[in-house]
């Protein structure tokens, strides 16, 4: 079973930036997609960015474009989430997940990270 591993969250002031990092434990795990989701407190969680792994296509949610981006390492077996003008909307605790080859859902998470934006 890949384990996958977050880290990066914080305590951010809203304007502010944060980086989050996702690896996933073993190097040979076939995956055709890794993302991000998020839950913020009361809420579901919800997609928030993700990457094809082989091609590289992302796709993110509409209150995150233009601010975060999503990005790979495959040397590194890693996943990259780059939060730009974060705002307070956006504290939430965030997962990493990955789409197994043959899967037809998110298959894997990461325990979460916790982001916090403060005003």
């Known amino acids: 079973q890949v384990q996958l591993a977050e880290s990066g969250g914080g305590l951010v002031q809203a304007g502010g930036s944060l980086r989050l990092s996702c690896a996933a434990s073993?190097?040979?795990?076939?995956?055709?997609?890794m993302g991000w989701f998020r839950q913020a407190p009361g809420k579901d969680r919800s997609f928030v960015a993700s990457?094809?792994?082989?091609?590289?296509?992302?796709y993110y949610a509409d209150d995150v474009k233009g601010r975060f981006t999503i990005s790979r390492d495959k040397g590194l077996n890693s996943v990259y989430l780059q939060m730009n003008s974060l705002q307070t909307e956006d504290t939430a605790i965030y997962y990493c997940?990955?789409?197994?080859?043959?899967?037809?859902?998110?298959?894997?998470w990461g325990q979460g990270t916790q982001v916090t934006v403060s005003s």
């Open positions: 990457m094809r792994w082989s091609g590289g296509s992302t």
């Open positions: 997940a990955a789409q197994q080859v043959g899967a037809t859902r998110w298959n894997h």
């Open positions: 073993d190097p040979t795990f076939a995956r055709l997609a």
